[in-house]
């Protein structure tokens, strides 16, 4: 079974930044692009932008909202994908899902898992 | 970007009603598209994707269909459990994008 376990999440400044942590178990972590998805208070869910595996040369995709802000990595030895997110807006305020949101460009996953989500808040 | 015009934004209904949900996208999107659950405080939980492929452990009252631009969710005996905000995903094209959701609330 997939298991994903966020972390960083906090308050920080307008203008700051913040790691967020995802630790993987229970499947093949380094074959499986990873997603993070987010949910501002009271509102919907926005895709943040995904990585894909290391046959794939570890390519990212990003929402045109966090596009050179925001950048995911992932450690595969560690079964963890980050979120590192600089340069915060008091809109990024949310919580944030890891996931392996199981539809891809060209296909469809069985699959789909998502993480307990770590709330972010930007406020000074 | 494409859009998903998901429709209605929320809805009265009562135990027992068949609901059907739809979602519009700005371009054809084949069948790149998936419906999710989410109950409040909870995490999001796929119930269809390949736009009718029911989701393993998914109740059959819940189907899916459409392809193109316009889909369809459909539940058809509402139960208590079922009290739920509803989103669609299309992942045709990067950034993949969710519809703004529909809060099911009871009547």
């Known amino acids: 079974e997939m298991q994903l376990v966020e972390s960083g999440g906090g308050l920080v400044q307008p203008g700051g930044s913040l790691r967020l942590s995802c630790e993987a178990s229970g499947f093949p972590f380094s074959d499986y692009y990873m997603d993070w998805v987010r949910q501002a208070p009271r509102k919907g869910l926005e895709w943040v932008g995904r990585i894909r595996p290391k046959a794939n040369s570890y390519t990212t995709e990003y929402a045109a909202s966090v596009k050179g802000r925001f950048t995911i990595s992932r450690d595969d030895s560690k079964s963890s994908v980050f979120l590192q997110m600089n340069n915060v807006k008091t809109e990024d305020t949310a919580v944030y899902y890891c996931?392996?949101?199981?539809?891809?460009?060209?296909?469809?996953?069985?699959?789909?898992?998502w993480g307990q989500g770590t709330l972010v808040i930007v406020s000074s | 970007d494409i859009q998903m015009a998901q429709s209605p934004s929320a809805m009265s209904a009562s135990v027992g009603d068949r609901v059907t949900i739809t979602c519009r996208a700005s371009?054809?999107?084949?069948?790149?598209l998936a419906w999710f659950q989410q109950k409040p405080g909870k995490v999001p939980k796929r119930l269809i994707y390949?736009?009718?492929t029911l989701q393993s452990g998914v109740p059959s009252r819940f189907s899916g269909s459409g392809s193109g631009t316009e889909f369809t969710l459909t539940i058809s005996s509402l139960q208590p459990e079922d009290f739920a905000t509803y989103y669609c995903?299309?992942?045709?094209?990067?950034?993949?994008?969710f519809g703004g959701g529909t809060k099911v609330e009871i009547k």
């Open positions: 371009q054809d999107i084949g069948n790149y």
């Open positions: 995903l299309q992942h045709y094209r990067y950034p993949l994008t």
């Open positions: 390949a736009s009718s």
């Open positions: 996931a392996y949101v199981g539809g891809y460009v060209g296909g469809t996953s069985a699959v789909d898992s």
